[in-house]
């Protein structure tokens, strides 16, 4: 009895995938984009190797996650069937920070991933690092700089303090005596960061920031230097 069940069961499982693999019910019909905002949902199907009537099970979803991982833009692409006849593309993208300028204008993600430009309206209004020169030159690596990274992670820790301060920076200024300085959009002043310990700097000067704001001050401040422990030197 068990044989002649287990007979049947296997039959019927030949059958299933006999029937599977010719239906025309499991034929791929609409592929699913989510998850992008930089790069185009046309380019991402462009990217995927696959074509409208294939048949949905025998799609090799790897194949497809690699060919589409190759855009420098996108980090990860997790790639699903939705039977009968849809496959899902989620998409994660890595996220421009800020620009650096070389010979050419690029953006870098907070990893210190180098992306080419795109010309998309997400990419307005990033803050520019400038002042380093000596980086290698290779959209879809890491940076190969340390002062680079060191500018990046200034602006992390800056995002961290205080998001609104983030927004507001224009640039990052590498120099060699004076190490790091930040300009805003809505002022003209540098403030100072040095060569490190800059998640304290940056909680220092958003203290700051709030009492000359409050004061009415904001305005007329010429420089801010946070190199100093335990003060903010500031000219008006």
């Not at 989620?90 to 421009?96: F, L, M, N």
């Not at 200034?154 to 927004?167: E, H």
């Not at 959009?185 to 490190?196: C, E, I, L, S, V």
């Not at 700051?208 to 100093?228: M, P, T, W």
């Amino acid at each position: 009895v068990i044989l002649t069940i287990a007979a049947g069961l296997f039959l019927l499982g030949n059958k299933l995938v006999e029937w599977m693999n010719h239906s025309t019910t499991l034929r791929l019909s609409d592929v699913d984009v989510e998850g992008n905002r930089l790069v185009t949902t046309d380019e991402i199907l462009k990217l995927a190797p696959v074509r409208k009537g294939q048949n949905i099970t025998g799609i090799d979803l790897l194949d497809i996650q690699k060919a589409i991982e190759v855009h420098p833009y996108i980090e990860t692409a997790l790639i699903s069937r939705r039977f009968p006849s849809t496959l899902r593309i989620d998409i994660v993208e890595r996220v421009p920070v800020a620009f650096l300028n070389g010979t050419h204008l690029f953006a870098v993600d907070e990893t210190g991933f180098l992306l080419p430009r795109l010309k998309s309206v997400a990419l307005h209004g990033l803050p520019i690092i400038t002042g380093i020169d000596n980086f290698r030159e290779n959209p879809g690596a890491m940076v190969e700089s340390d002062r680079v990274i060191q500018a990046i992670n200034l602006f992390n820790l800056i995002r961290s303090v205080d998001s609104g301060l983030y927004q507001n920076l224009s640039e990052v200024h590498y120099d060699n005596r004076k190490g790091f300085l930040v300009n805003f959009n809505d002022a003209r002043f540098p403030a100072y960061f040095g060569f490190g310990g800059f998640y304290e700097k940056a909680r220092k000067l958003q203290a700051f920031f709030a009492r000359v704001k409050e004061e009415k001050r904001y305005g007329s401040l010429k420089y801010v230097d946070l190199r100093f422990r335990e003060q903010v030197v500031a000219k008006f």
